[in-house]
């Protein structure tokens, strides 16, 4: 079965230091998305992607957010000066959007700030 | 403002009963819901979804049911399994790209 892959699935960074999460979406999906989930809380939608450029963003993704689909399989979220608060699961998802929303989550990779 | 909850944190069956997982929700606007399925150390899994001009859908062993009229919704689990023991998310979607999740319920099934 087709799944979403992350990598690395834990990184420990120093705060201020930047961090590049990874992910190969589904390959014949289209429609790309960021969440991230703070330790026992809900799971919070950060960034959508499509046709190559952001589609929607959230009050969380600022300007030290960026994402990039680098080529054709990877899908990327960089932060540029990780701060404590950024500590959390951060979840890519990808689907196909063809009669519904249902979006294919990967296994998350959980950012440490220090 | 879009505010998507649920009633109760925790939910405990025991196996074989049904499970009633329940959601409010506060943006008229949302046209698609989702309840997502969340085992420790995984991301959400897909479980059922439902359009708003639906009140009821059926899958395997659950059902979602939308009450548009007080903004709710739920979903059913019938004969729960131990391997059901997860945190269930409702997530709200306006037709965008962004879909907002609920707190999430945690779900024990005792054996």
């Known amino acids: 079965e087709p799944e979403v892959t992350q990598t690395p699935s834990h990184q420990v960074t120093q705060m201020g230091q930047e961090v590049i999460l990874r992910c190969v979406p589904i390959s014949n999906h289209l429609y790309f998305y960021w969440y991230r989930q703070i330790l026992g809380q809900k799971v919070e939608f950060l960034v959508s992607?499509?046709?190559?450029?952001?589609?929607?963003k959230s009050e969380i993704f600022d300007d030290q957010f960026s994402v990039e689909r680098p080529d054709g399989s990877n899908f990327t979220l960089k932060i540029r000066s990780t701060k404590l608060e950024d500590s959390a699961m951060y979840f890519c998802?990808?689907?196909?959007?063809?009669?519904?929303?249902?979006?294919?989550f990967g296994q998350g990779t959980r950012l440490t700030v220090v | 403002g879009e505010s998507v909850g649920l009633h109760l944190p925790t939910l405990s069956v025991q196996e074989g009963d049904n499970s009633i997982i329940n959601c409010a929700y506060s943006?008229?606007?949302?046209?698609?819901f989702i309840w997502y399925k969340q085992e420790s150390g995984k991301g959400p899994q897909f479980i059922i979804d439902?359009?708003?001009?639906?009140d009821k859908r059926q899958g395997q062993r659950v059902t979602v049911l939308l009450n548009k009229t007080v903004k709710h919704l739920s979903l059913q689990i019938a004969a729960t399994q131990p391997g059901d023991s997860a945190v269930y998310f409702c997530a709200e979607n306006t037709g965008g790209f962004k879909t907002i999740f609920g707190a999430g319920t945690r779900l024990f099934v005792k054996a």
């Open positions: 998802a990808s689907s196909a959007r063809t009669d519904g929303f249902e979006a294919f």
């Open positions: 439902i359009r708003s001009n639906m």
């Open positions: 992607f499509y046709n190559n450029e952001i589609s929607e």
């Open positions: 943006n008229s606007a949302s046209d698609y």
